[in-house]
């Protein structure tokens, strides 16, 4: 079955930086689309950065571009997601997920994001 574990999360400054990396098992990875989603406290989740499974074409949120990259290592099967610029708005737990996703049960548990000062 469908495995994602999302790492790196945590309580930075804003304008802080951090790296996120999500696992997956459980299908073929290399040839599918990835993508890096968020959701923030009472709020819907929402579309951040989708990567071309050979690394090529990326997307990005208007809310995240110029300061979140997307990358991913096939042989290892993770998708990366580097932040910078780090505002409080950007305060979620980070997910990923095929692009489209999967279905309901494909979700991981998702890594926390804040941006405090």
């Known amino acids: 079955q469908v495995q994602l574990v999302e790492s790196g999360g945590g309580l930075v400054q804003p304008g802080g930086s951090l790296r996120l990396s999500c696992a997956a098992s459980g299908f073929t990875f290399s040839v599918n689309d990835m993508g890096w989603f968020r959701q923030a406290p009472g709020k819907e989740r929402e579309f951040v950065a989708r990567?071309?499974?050979?690394?090529?074409?990326?997307y990005y949120g208007d809310s995240v571009k110029g300061r979140f990259t997307i990358s991913r290592d096939n042989a290892k099967n993770t998708v990366y997601l580097q932040m910078v610029g780090l505002k409080p708005e950007d305060t979620a737990v980070y997910y990923c997920?095929?692009?489209?996703?999967?279905?309901?049960?494909?979700w991981g548990q998702g890594t926390q994001v804040t941006v405090s000062s």
């Open positions: 990567l071309a499974p050979d690394g090529g074409r990326r």
């Open positions: 997920n095929t692009f489209p996703p999967g279905s309901s049960a494909s």
